[in-house]
Structure formats: C-alpha cells, structure tokens
C-alpha cells in the first residue's frame, strides 16, 4: 500500500489526498491562511477605532471603494467587522480545531489506518475553498460585501444585496463540509479503535473531538434550514423572517408577516452550541498537553469525561441567553438564566482538574506547555464573565456593549486560539519530523500573552462605561468623549499583537524546512500517536497496535516523576 501511494502523481497525492493526515495539513494551511486574513481585517478595525475619520497613509491609492483617500466610510466599517467575525469563527478557529486536529489525530490515536470513509474525508476539505471564495467575492460585487454582522440578524441580512447572497451560499457550503466531517469523526471512533482501546481508555483530545462532532451533526442542520430560509427570503420574496409593512428605501413591502425572532431563534440554537465546537477541542488538547509537561496522569479522567458530556447536553439548552434583550417573557428568561448558569459547573470541574494535574507536578516550561497554561487562565477569564451576562438584570444593560466583545474574545482568542497554538506547537513534530524553535516559540507566546490582553480586557472597561459594540465612531456619542486614549492603547497594542504573529509565521517555516530533526516521541508522551514514525507512514502503523491499558491509568503515590519510566529525566 505505501508503495502504491508513493507512485501516485503529485495532485492525487497531495492535493486530491484521502490520506487522512495530508488532509488534516490541507485544513492546516489553509485555515492559517484565513486566521492572517481575519487578523487583518481586525487591524484595520482598530486604526478606525483608534483613530476615527484619519486616512489610513499606505490605503490612499489602493483603497477600495469603501476608503476613498484612505479613508473609512460607515459602510466599509460593517462589511469589515461582519467578515473579521465570519472569517474568523466560520473559516479560521472551526477548521482549525475540528478540521485540523479531528483529521490529524482521531486515526492516529485510536490506533486505525485512516478515517472510515476517506473519500467523504476529501470531500470535505475541498467544500471550504469554494466556501471561502463565494463568501469574500461578495468584496468584488456592487454594494461590497456582507454587513449585517456574522450573526446575520433579519431583516437586515434580507435586504443587502448580492455581497450577503454570497455569504448565505458560502456559510451552506461550509456547513455540508462539517456534517460530512462530523459523521466520519463518529464513524471512525465507534467502529475502528484498537484491540483493548474501550471508550473509556480513549485520551481527552478524542473524547473532545468524539462529543464535537456529535455536536455538530444535531446542531449545524438547523443552521443549514435557518440559511435555507433566509436565502429564500433574500432572492424569491419569501417573508420567512420579514416582518409585514416593511419600508426598504421609503417603500412599503408587502409582506404575509414573518417572524423577526424565529431567525435569532434559529441561528443561536446552532451557535451557543457551535461556541463548544471552538472551544472543546482545545479543552481536550490542552487535558493532554498539561499531564505530559506536569509529568503526571490527567486528574479525575471520569469527571472529565461527563463534564464534557454534560457541556455538549447543556450547550443546547441555553440559546435564548443570546436574546434576553428582545422582549423575552421573564418566566422563559429565567430558565435559560438558570441553564446558563448551571453550565458553568462543568467547565468549572475541568478547570479544578487541570490545576488538580499541575498540582505537585514536575512542571516543564514547554512552548505548548505555556500556550495549554494560557489557555486555562484565559479561559477562567472568559467563562467568569458569562457569568455576569448570564444573569438577565446584569445582561439587559450590558448587552451590546463591549463587555460582550471582551467576553467573547477571551473565549475565541484567548482560549480557542491559544488551544491552536498549543496544539500546532505539540504535534508539529509529529505532523512534519522536525522540532519549533523554542526560543522563537516563548518570544511569539509572551508577546501574544501581553498583546492580547493589552487589546482585550479593556474592552471590559469600555462595556461597563457602555460603549456600544459595532459602532463606527464613538465621538458620536457624548457619554464616550472620555474613551478616546483607551481605543488609541488598544489599537497600538493590537498592531503589536498582530506583528508578533509574524514570529509564528517564521518559526512555522523556517522548522518546516531547518528545524531539529524529532524523534518519534520527543515529549515523552503515552498516547498512541507517538508509537509511530515521525510523520507517520502512510497507514500510520506498521503493526496494528494493541492497547493494554489508557494513557492515564498508572499508579501515583505522590511523587509526579513516579508514572513516567525511568530512563526519563523528570
């Protein structure tokens, strides 16, 4: 078979892979590419933020038709912040996390060959570029591109022209990619685990990536029929979602009388629990990363598990959280307030665990190690402020400001992106043969660390003081003349957070090609990926593999250095 494979052309190879693993790169690089691309729609947020009504210097003779002289009309302003938030969630962290990481390592580590079904594997990877190209060409198209935000509400999202068509079609697209990928993760993990490997010996990363894709399969098809819906209404005249009496440009439509609310409704059951989607994947690998570099087993595995469990049932339960401002009856919102608050449990259990694991460790300052650590603390950080706007008093005055911004990007940036990095850092041995400059890869984490912070936690500040989010200048408003100097640090600090990703750009390629060779455990882990080459051969083992116990069944009676073997320095 690895004979065969060697002989294929470059294309069927590389490019038109069913190799899970070469998948799993293809996912990497291009969701790396769409990060950068969000990350610069973001820089050019802040400059407007910072710096409200100035002409941006290097724009002025390439601008587009929304920055004429460099400078910032309204319009331009929504269509960059509703495609920094699409881009980022839709085709930058999700593919990351499940894309990357589900293809990568769910057959590696459950001891299996590929994934059940490799061509419905290729499939789905070669749905996003087509996804990502209908989505940003509405930037190309007369009225530019989506702007009613990347929740999408009605009826704003309904009247905006072809740049949101766009994006209604390339969000369907995409969604088809991650049911195919959600049902073939399941699959994979029922059927094709290793001789001994019970569920319960399955590490945290594939019980993540298992409950994910799980998720995903129950949640994204109503996403996919909400879409459906307002793509009907956008382009036959259907009023699913459009009020009757509707005025377009002074014009009174005729409309039977759609449900405004049904579309929030809609969307937010697929999107609280797309929230876990982002975030329990990186959950699972920073519950692997932490017990390999604290040189101990991972702290109540069981309670791990069911927190997860619990995570993904509760996730479906609390949508309406979203929508305590529009007129919800308090009976209903204080059942989801309840919900909401009762889901902190869970993350709370993971969280006293990962510190239950470091606790008396033989801690090692890994550049994974550093981002899995970050991950924690920025987590604790984003989910102890949902509880806040969990409660619906708190939540109606706080409820689009920047609170809301702040809260989300601890828990998307600080968390989710600081599991990708851990993520990339740990298994970029395993995935290419050849070690990361840790040198370059704790300069890039502090830098990242004190940027994002810098950017992020006064946005708190800002929502207390009820700065509105997604406002285009904030001079407008008599209440914000005090908020200027805070925008302008933010936005500096978030040109610092954005040059120090060049950092990991440049010890991504330059190991790629130059880096220390690995061996084929270099961290000294238990799990089953790492009882392969590095990279792993096509079929990824030579002999199908056994397993005789979990990766953290071993005996600690309190020294750390106690589970690992001798020969290795603790």
Known sequence: MSTATQALPFWRKYLFATDHKVIGIQFLFTSLVMLLVGGLLAMLIRWQLGWPGQPLGFMEKIAPA?????????????????????????????????????????????????????????????????????????????????????????????????????????????????????????????????????????????????????????????????????????????????????????????????????????????????????????????????????????????????????????????????MFASGMNPTLGTSFMLSTMVIAVPSAIKTFNWLGTLWRGAIRLTTPMLHALAFVSMFVIGGLTGIFIAATPVDLYLHDTYFIVGHLHYVLFGGSLFGIFAGITFWFPKMFGRMLNETLGKLHFTLTFLGFNAVMFPMFILGIAGMPRRIYDYRQYTHLAHVGEMNQFMSVAAFLLGLAQLLFIANFFWSLFRGRKAGDNPWQATTLEWATSSPPPHGNFTTPPTVYRGPYEYSVPGRAQDWWPQNVPS
């Open 66 to 322: 929304g920055m004429p002289g460099g400078v910032m009309v309204p319009e331009f302003y929504n269509m960059l912040f509703t495609m920094h938030g699409s881009i980022m969630i839709f085709f930058a962290i999700i593919p990351l996390l499940v894309g990357v990481f589900g293809n990568y390592l769910i057959p590696l580590k459950i001891g299996a060959g590929d994934m059940a079904f490799p061509r419905l594997n290729m499939i789905s990877f070669w749905l996003v570029p087509p996804a990502i190209a209908i989505v940003c060409t509405g930037f190309f198209l007369e009225g530019g591109a989506a702007a009613s935000g990347w929740t999408a509400y009605a009826p704003l999202s309904t009247i905006l022209g072809p740049g949101q068509v766009c994006w209604i079609v390339g969000v369907i697209v995409l969604g088809t990619s991650s049911i195919m990928g959600g049902l073939n993760y399941i699959t994979t993990v029922i059927n094709l685990r290793a001789p001994g490997l019970s569920f319960f010996r399955l590490p945290l990363s594939i019980w993540a990536l298992f409950i994910t894709a799980i998720i995903t399969v129950m949640a994204t098809p109503v996403l996919a029929s909400a879409l459906i819906l307002l793509l009907c209404d956008s382009t036959l005249g259907t009023s699913f979602f459009l009020p009757a009496g509707l005025i377009i440009d002074g014009v009174a439509q005729a409309h039977s009388g759609g449900q405004v609310l049904l579309w929030q409704h809609l969307f937010w059951f697929y999107s609280h629990p797309a929230v876990y989607i982002m975030i329990l994947p990186a959950m699972g690998i920073a519950s692997e990363i932490l017990p390999v570099f604290a040189r101990k087993p991972l702290f109540g595995y069981h309670s791990m598990v069911y927190a997860i469990m619990g995570i993904a049932v509760l996730g479906f339960l609390v949508w309406a959280h979203h």
